[in-house]
């Protein structure tokens, strides 16, 4: 595959955006970037920044979000990791064709107006891993 770009966030799955915010904000002095709906996702996330590094606190907005199913199963914790890619339909397309397993084989919305998809771990390591085109790439 076109090598990835960067690392775009870190996600972390927690119950309540507002319980962990300030272990983000103020104890580690991450600078807050906002709050989004991510509907298609049934999510709400927080961004937070460290210098080049973005991280992403996930809460479910429902009880069938997957995140509500990894926070049940598995509890607050790492989530999954975003690379940046451009022409993330070509890189699907790679990775399908490498023997990959995409969970999304087609693109879907993502905050801030990216286009998300993800492998599924058992293709990649353990780790949820999501392929994230930010807006003005395409
Ligand atoms: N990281 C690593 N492994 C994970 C995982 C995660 N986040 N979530 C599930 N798994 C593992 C499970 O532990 C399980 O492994 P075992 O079979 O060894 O027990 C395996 O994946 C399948 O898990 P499951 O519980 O049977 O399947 P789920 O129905 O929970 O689906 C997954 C798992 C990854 C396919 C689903 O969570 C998914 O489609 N994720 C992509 C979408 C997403 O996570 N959206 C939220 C973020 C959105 C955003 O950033 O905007």
Redesign the pocket.
Known sequence: MKPVKALNHI?I?VQSIDEHKSFYESTLGAEFEGVEE?PD?K?R?AFFRVNDVRL?L?EPTDPS???A??LD??GEGL??L?FTVDDIEARIEELKNGGLRM??EVPRP??HQTR?A?L???SSC???T?LCEPKEAH
């Open positions: 996600g799955a991510v996702q999510v996330v992403e996930l979000s997957s995140v199913k990894f199963k598995r989530h999954h975003a969970i999304d993502g905050a998300i993800f599924h771990p058992k353990g780790v949820l999501e």
